[in-house]
């Protein structure tokens, strides 16, 4: 048998342990199911030692008795109070690798003496060498130490050797920095690296802390900020709603006996909506989008070198974030790999790779199909299609999932409302697999613009609950879709392939004899699809930015010249990023 090394991702605010089994790299599980420790560290009431959970929740209370974000502090030559004692950031950092290997060896049931760990790319030599002191003082071989984008890269790209632009996107609890790596056969290499080690996910609950403060102290007239107890409460708080808030658009704050106020009790009842929640955090979005174009020129680089984008760090499952970076690089992030994960899983990739083992995959489940509804969507400034798909779970996300969003009524006074559901990418509902469809009745008489939130629950085994609300009364009416992932394969594929060939058939001949040329140059008037993808680039253009209007011009000169070529392969992948765009401009 070979040697056992694991993977280690020794993170600001959560740590993880991996291994590769039967080729395939696997976070290892405590041995009460949980993937992740949180790297706290603390003493606790009795004078035991905390490390993890039971660590994180004395924190709020017990800040004098618990160490957070020791990582910050690794090669700095300094000690950090515990209770009294004094410790250097190798020692606190060695009770969470000691914690780790336990884990390892515990689900293995054999010891664990070799490890690989993982560091930002932005360490220096004293930052490194700290953390290979840490491994040693908890008993670990360090044999290598890596990069953490170069991990995560591995982790999406273990079986391929293109070559490869890819760009990290690591916005964590606590750190954020952007790398752009360059990928050839089995050379990782870190071209740029930039980034701020104190803006993270930390900073959005604080705004959320801050807001749920403010709403007590004018509603209720009192101030919460320096009771601990309630200021702890309000911080899990803030930080559930902000983690709702990435799944549906709004989040429900109830809670009771926040405070008193004259003997009475205070509660706490408000609604935050997404959109207003976006707004809260958008200068630290924006910053990490300053880091962003500070890489790419320290690497020599501009947007459209990127050939893909990594999200790692548990904030990147904030929307906006995705929104952004495809507005500014038009790709799609990668998000089939649970980014809170992925850079233990590449961890214990360069680890098993160094211990001689192949690895041929990450151990995933997501989901290969986008589920969503439809409803009406713009076609020009005047024009509406009653169609338009609107996806609600993406393909790729991992597995299970719960994702929201709300629609509106559209007229005054409408007393029901049809949900669709559907399984497919295309923007035009009717072109994707309609999967369960069910109407929900007795709305409240009131004009349009009532809001009915629709919600998706995907579990592991492919069944699919599908929920509308109307959100004022909490009216629900539900259905449950079985086995939408296995089931549709096949049927799935057959209606992919006479997609297909509907599209490319008979209209790709007409295309490359001259036709084309009477559609904006483009294509012919016998397929649906690409009409109606015509007809929106074309009014879209109105209102597309310049660079947008460029790249819209590009693809309809490309679905030209592969149509006259004869080559469907071309002219389906520019159609697709054509519809990608058009599809983004409308949103
Ligand atoms: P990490 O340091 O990579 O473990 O990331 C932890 C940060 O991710 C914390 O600030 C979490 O609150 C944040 N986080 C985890 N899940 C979500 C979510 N669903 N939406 C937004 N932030 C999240």
């Given at each position: 048998?070979?040697?056992?090394i ?25 041995s009460?199911g949980?993937?992740?420790l ?14 993890g ?17 020791i990582?910050?502090s ?5 000690r ?6 004094l410790?250097?950031?190798?020692e ?18 054999q010891?664990?003496?070799?490890a690989v ?8 030599d ?14 670990l ?10 991990a995560?890269a ?21 750190t954020?920095?952007?790398s ?5 056969d089995?050379?990782?290499e ?15 609950d604080?705004r959320i802390?801050q ?23 309000i911080?899990?708080?803030?930080e ?8 549906q ?7 009771e006996?926040m ?5 009475a009790p ?9 959109e207003?929640?976006q ?16 890489a ?26 995705s929104?952004?970076?495809f ?6 992030p ?16 360069q ?15 997501i ?12 076609l ?23 994702k ?10 409408q ?28 709305l409240?008489d ?5 809001v ?5 629950d ?27 992932i296995?089931?549709?394969?096949e ?6 392939r006479?997609r297909?060939?509907a ?22 008037e ?11 680039a074309?009014l ?22 592969a149509?006259?070529k ?22």
């Amino acid at each position: 048998m070979s040697e056992i090394i694991i993977g280690i991702d020794l993170g600001t605010t959560n740590s993880e342990v991996a291994i590769v089994e039967n080729g395939r790299s696997t976070i290892i599980a405590d041995s009460e199911g949980r993937k992740i420790l949180p790297s706290f560290v603390g003493i606790g009431e009795n004078g035991e030692i905390l490390v993890g959970e039971a660590a994180r929740n004395q924190y709020m209370l017990y800040p004098e008795r618990t160490v957070k974000s020791i990582k910050r502090s690794m090669g700095e030559d300094v000690r950090v109070d515990l209770a009294g004692h004094l410790y250097s950031p190798q020692e606190i950092s060695a009770v969470i690798l000691k914690r780790l290997k336990s884990i390892a060896e515990e689900y293995l049931g054999q010891p664990v003496q070799k490890a690989v760990i993982t560091v930002p790319a932005y360490f220096s030599d004293a930052q490194r060498q700290a953390t290979r002191e840490a491994g040693e003082i908890a008993g670990l071989e360090v044999v290598r130490i890596i990069n953490e984008p170069t991990a995560a890269a591995l982790a999406y790209e273990a079986r391929q050797g293109a070559h490869k632009r890819i760009m990290v996107y690591d916005l964590g609890g606590g750190t954020f920095d952007v790398s752009i790596v360059s990928m050839e056969d089995d050379v990782v290499e870190v071209l740029a690296s930039h980034g701020n080690n104190r803006l993270g996910g930390d900073d959005f609950d604080a705004r959320i802390v801050q807001h749920l403060v403010d709403y007590i102290r004018e509603t209720h007239g009192v101030d919460v900020s320096e009771q601990r107890q309630t200021m702890a409460r309000i911080n899990r708080i803030a930080e559930a709603a902000k983690r709702a808030l990435s799944d549906q658009p709004y989040a429900s704050i109830q809670e009771e006996y926040m405070a008193e106020k004259d003997g009475a009790p205070v509660h706490l009842s408000l609604e935050l909506s997404r959109e207003d929640y976006q707004d809260m955090i958008a200068e630290y979005v924006d910053e990490t989008f300053d880091a962003i174009h500070k890489a790419l020129s320290s690497a020599n680089l501009t947007t459209s070198d990127i050939d893909e984008i990594l999200l790692v760090g548990g904030s990147t499952r904030t929307p906006v974030i995705s929104e952004r970076l495809f507005e500014e690089f038009r790709l799609e992030p990668q998000r089939n790999v649970d980014p809170d994960l992925c850079v233990a899983l590449g961890a214990a990739i360069q680890a098993a790779s160094i211990g001689g083992n192949r690895v041929s995959s990450v151990l995933v489940d997501i989901t290969p199909y986008t589920f969503g509804t439809s409803a009406i969507g713009p076609l020009g400034d005047n024009e509406f299609y009653p169609h338009a798909y609107v996806p609600i779970i993406r393909k790729n996300t991992p597995l299970p999932v719960r994702k929201s969003e709300a629609f509106y009524t559209m007229v005054d006074g409408q007393k029901d409302v049809r949900c669709t559901i559907y399984q497919g990418e295309d923007f035009d509902a009717l072109n994707n697999i309609k999967i369960g469809e069910f109407m929900i009745t007795g709305l409240r008489d009131v004009p349009a613009g009532n809001v009915i939130t629709v919600s998706l629950d995907l579990d592991i085994n492919g069944i699919l609950h599908v929920s509308a609300t109307e959100k004022e009364t909490g009216l629900e009416k539900s259905i449950t879709i079985n086995n939408v992932i296995g089931h549709f394969q096949e049927e799935a594929l057959e209606q992919a392939r006479s997609r297909v060939s509907a599209l490319f058939g008979a209209s790709v001949e007409q295309l490359a004899s001259g036709e084309a040329a009477q559609a904006n140059g483009v294509a012919g008037e016998d397929t649906e699809k690409t009409k109606t993808l015509i007809l929106r680039a074309r009014l879209l253009m109105e209102k597309a930015s310049e660079e947008d209007k460029e790249d819209i011009i590009d693809l309809l000169e490309q679905i030209n010249d592969a149509a006259s070529k004869n080559d469907p392969v071309a002219l389906g992948t520019a159609m697709n990023t054509l519809t990608d765009i058009l599809f983004y401009l409308e949103n």
